[in-house]
């Protein structure tokens, strides 16, 4: 199984309870989901959600609608981008995250 990332705040965590997919702002402005894997995880938390808590959605990329992109950010390396929602059935597992918290070693 091909795990990739999504990364909410307690707030967005919140509403997507009541959702059947998710579908962030980013789908919105950008045209596109943030995703990243596993080891791109502590520089997100370290660049955007820096001493605050998060919860981390584990998706099954083959449970995706569509195949994510991999896309070179100029700024940040090669990072997956998804073109639609995140279906409820896409995620594995929900994991929050306290502010500083070290992430789970393993999912």
């Known amino acids: ?3 990739l990332l999504h990364v ?17 702002t980013s789908l ?3 045209g596109f989901v943030h995703l990243c894997t596993k ?16 919860v981390v959605l584990v998706l099954d990329a083959a449970k995706l609608d569509v195949a994510p992109r991999w896309e070179d950010t100029m700024v940040h390396g090669v990072f997956p981008h998804l073109y ?8 594995a597992a929900e994991v929050p995250l306290a502010a500083g918290a070290a992430l789970p070693g393993a999912w």
């Not at 909410?8 to 962030?24: D, G, K, M, N, Y």
């Open 28 to 30: 919105a402005t950008q």
């Open 1 to 3: 199984m091909e795990i």
């Open 84 to 91: 639609t929602g995140i279906p409820r059935g896409a995620v």
């Open 8 to 24: 909410l705040t307690p707030e967005e965590h919140a509403r997507w309870q009541a959702l059947p997919s998710w579908q962030p």
């Open 39 to 54: 080891a791109q995880l502590a520089g997100v938390r370290e660049r955007f959600y820096r001493d605050a808590p998060v």
